[in-house]
């Protein structure tokens, strides 16, 4: 059972940082894509930065360059370090386990979600 807990979300200035971390991958770490994800009321999920079992990350177009997705020297953590936050990227943030990159559909696990606001 992988039960996934994400922290750190909150409330900032646009141009400012929050760093989001997810607790609870299985210590075997590289037999998981990880990922991390947003859900916005009018657009739905869409994802934001995956690290797949061979380490391949991917980013959306959205988020590249300003967002970086990494792991815990355990791999049983994974953080996004959000620069340069714009109003756009006021979300609901889910980490996630066990699918296949950007596409949120194939994820089977899932933590609760942690709100960002990002205020102009």
């Known amino acids: 059972q992988v039960q996934l807990a994400e922290s750190g979300g909150g409330s900032v200035r646009a141009g400012g940082s929050l760093k989001l971390s997810c607790a609870g991958f299985?210590?075997?770490?590289?037999?998981?894509?990880m990922g991390w994800f947003r859900h916005i009321p009018e657009k739905g999920v869409d994802g934001v930065a995956t690290i797949d079992t061979d380490g391949t990350i991917s980013y959306s177009d959205s988020v590249k360059g300003r967002f970086t997705i990494s792991q815990g020297n355990t791999k049983t953590t994974v953080y996004l370090h959000m620069n340069s936050l714009e109003p756009e990227d006021t979300a609901v943030y889910y980490c996630?386990?066990?699918?296949?990159?950007?596409?949120?559909?194939?994820?089977?696990?899932w933590g609760q979600g942690t709100q960002v606001t990002v205020s102009s």
């Open positions: 299985p210590s075997t770490g590289s037999d998981y894509c």
């Open positions: 996630a386990a066990g699918g296949l990159r950007l596409d949120p559909s194939t994820y089977y696990y």
